[in-house]
Antibody
Framework: QEQLVQSGAEVKQPGASVKVSCKAS????????IHWVRQAPGQGFEWMGR????????KYAQKFQGRVTITRDTSISTAYMELSGLRSDDTAVYYC?????????????WGQGTLVTVSS | DIQMTQSPSSLSASVGDRVNISCRAS??????LSWSQQKPGKAPKLLIY???TLETGVPSRFSGSGSGTHFSFTISSLQPEDIATYFC?????????FGGGTKVETK
């Protein structure tokens, strides 16, 4: 059973950065693409970007270009999403989600979510 | 970006009722569409992919249909554990985009 376990909730001040981790079970990271999606309170889902853990190759949504960085550490089966220049409207639950390498956009498992609160 | 328009945004139904939800894409996405369920405070759970294929372990009362730009999702007989928000998502191209969700409540 695929499982993605994310790091805990964060509270950040405006202008700061946040880095959220996403650990995949077993060796599943190498068989996956990892996507990051966020959901602001009472809002819909917003795709931020994805990484190919095997190559480290990334693709980001235009809205987040220059502010988001997605990386991975294959030795510990973990992907990361770092968002800089935080604003109050970045307050959201951030999810990692995996898709199989053979259909890289079809998300089939989600992490439990990480609440990031941006407040002074 | 592909816009996904989902309706209704909420509905109220009785246990045993048939529930129907629609999703429209702003351009042809073939059958690259999934339906997921989200309960409060929980991660989304994939129910249907390729517009009509049931994910392993998902009850057969859930079904999906459609292709191109018009899609539908059905719960044939609503159960108490089905109270949740349902959303469609296209995976034809990035950015992945999502319907606004349908909150299903019981009468």
């Amino acid at each position: 059973q695929e499982q993605l376990v994310q790091s805990g909730a964060e509270v950040k001040q405006p202008g700061a950065s946040v880095k959220v981790s996403c650990k995949a079970s077993g060796n599943s990271l190498s068989a996956s693409y990892i996507h990051w999606v966020r959901q602001a309170p009472g809002q819909g889902f917003e795709w931020m970007g994805r990484i190919n853990p095997n190559s480290g190759g990334t693709k980001y949504a235009q809205k987040f270009q220059g502010r988001v960085t997605i990386t991975r550490d294959t030795s510990i089966s973990t992907a990361y999403m770092e968002l800089s220049g935080l604003r109050s409207d970045d307050t959201a639950v951030y999810y990692c989600a995996r898709a199989p390498q053979w259909l890289i956009l079809r998300v089939d498992h989600w992490g439990q979510g990480t609440l990031v609160t941006v407040s002074s | 970006d592909i816009q996904m328009t989902q309706s209704p945004s909420s509905l109220s139904a009785s246990v045993g009722d048939r529930v129907n939800i629609s999703c429209r894409a702003s351009q042809d996405i073939s059958t690259f569409l999934s339906w997921s369920q989200q309960k409060p405070g929980k991660a989304p759970k994939l129910l249907i992919y390729s517009a009509s294929t049931l994910e392993t372990g998902v009850p057969s009362r859930f079904s999906g249909s459609g292709s191109g730009t018009h899609f539908s999702f059905t719960i044939s007989s609503l159960q108490p554990e089905d109270i949740a928000t349902y959303f469609c998502q296209q995976y034809d191209t990035v950015p992945l985009t999502f319907g606004g969700g349908t909150k299903v409540e019981t009468k």
